[in-house]
C-alpha cells in the first residue's frame, strides 16, 4: 500500500528527493513519517509531518538537510535530502501512522513501505 522509490547511488553533498506513493487507501488523514535504517541498527525516525502538514519533526541529525512535504491530492510524500553525507547511507522507509498528528514512536505506525537504498559514497 505504499511504494518508496527514489534512492541510488551519490556522492558526498549531493542531493536525492525520495518519494512515497500510496495505493488502496487514503493516507490524507494519517501523518506520514520517514525512517531508516542500517545493518544491525534499529530503525530510526528521520522525520514526520502531520496530516495538514503543519506540524513536522525532523532528527537532529538530518536538521536543515532534509525537508519533509506531502501531497494529499496525490495520496504522497516526499523527502528531500540535500548536502548528504555517508552517515545517510541506509534503507529508507516510509511510513503512515494510525493517528492525525506527528509522532516519533515507531509504534505509532502501521503502514510500512518496502523501503529504498540511499548511498552516500565519500
Do not use: H
Request: with cysteine; net charge positive; aromatic share 12%.
Amino acid at each position: 500500500q505504499l511504494q518508496a522509490f527514489g534512492g541510488g547511488l551519490v556522492q558526498a553533498g549531493g542531493s536525492l528527493k525520495l518519494s512515497c506513493a500510496a495505493s488502496g487507501r487514503n493516507f490524507s488523514s494519517n501523518a506520514m513519517g520517514w525512517f531508516r535504517q542500517t545493518p544491525g541498527k534499529e530503525r530510526d525516525i528521520v522525520a514526520a509531518i502531520s496530516w495538514t502538514g503543519r506540524t513536522i519533526y525532523y532528527a537532529d541529525s538530518v536538521k536543515g538537510r532534509f525537508t519533509i512535504s506531502r501531497d494529499n491530492a496525490k495520496n504522497t510524500v516526499y523527502l528531500q535530502m540535500i548536502s548528504l553525507k555517508p552517515k545517510d547511507t541506509a534503507v529508507y522507509y516510509c511510513a503512515a501512522a494510525l493517528g492525525n498528528y506527528v509522532d516519533i514512536a515507531l509504534n505509532a505506525y502501521n503502514y510500512w513501505g518496502q523501503g529504498t537504498l540511499v548511498t552516500v559514497s565519500s
